[in-house]
């Protein structure tokens, strides 16, 4: 069964910084793009950044400037730099891995990370 782990969210104050990460365990299958989700109470997940297998990128609004998603595809690994955090940034993030399993493509979500960001 393919699963993501995710890890690094915590408690930080404004201005600082978090970086989260995404493992796949499953040696056997590739992963071809990566997202990242935050989700408020209440609220639908939204898109916080994308990694596509060409290593390009797409990024919320919100977080252009302050956010960098990049990928180790030895490490079949995630990562979600968040500098100048702040107070809205406030969420449950999840991880997301676009799954290539012999001939197959399907979707796996992280178990989430809680991030909480003072004022």
């Known amino acids: 069964q393919v699963q993501l782990v995710e890890s690094g969210g915590g408690s930080v104050q404004a201005g600082g910084s978090l970086r989260l990460s995404c493992k796949c365990l499953?040696?056997?299958?590739?992963?071809?793009?990566w997202e990242w989700y935050r989700q408020d109470p209440g609220e639908n997940r939204a898109l916080v950044a994308r990694a596509s297998a060409d290593s390009s990128t797409v990024y919320a609004d919100s977080v252009k400037g302050r956010f960098t998603i990049s990928r180790d595809n030895a490490k079949r690994t995630s990562y979600l730099q968040m500098n100048s955090l702040k107070p809205e940034d406030t969420a449950a993030y999840y991880c997301?891995?676009?799954?290539?399993?012999?001939?197959?493509?399907?979707?796996?979500w992280g178990q989430g990370t809680q991030v909480t960001v003072s004022s």
């Open positions: 499953s040696s056997d299958v590739e992963i071809d793009a």
């Open positions: 997301l891995g676009e799954v290539l399993d012999r001939g197959f493509k399907y979707e796996i």
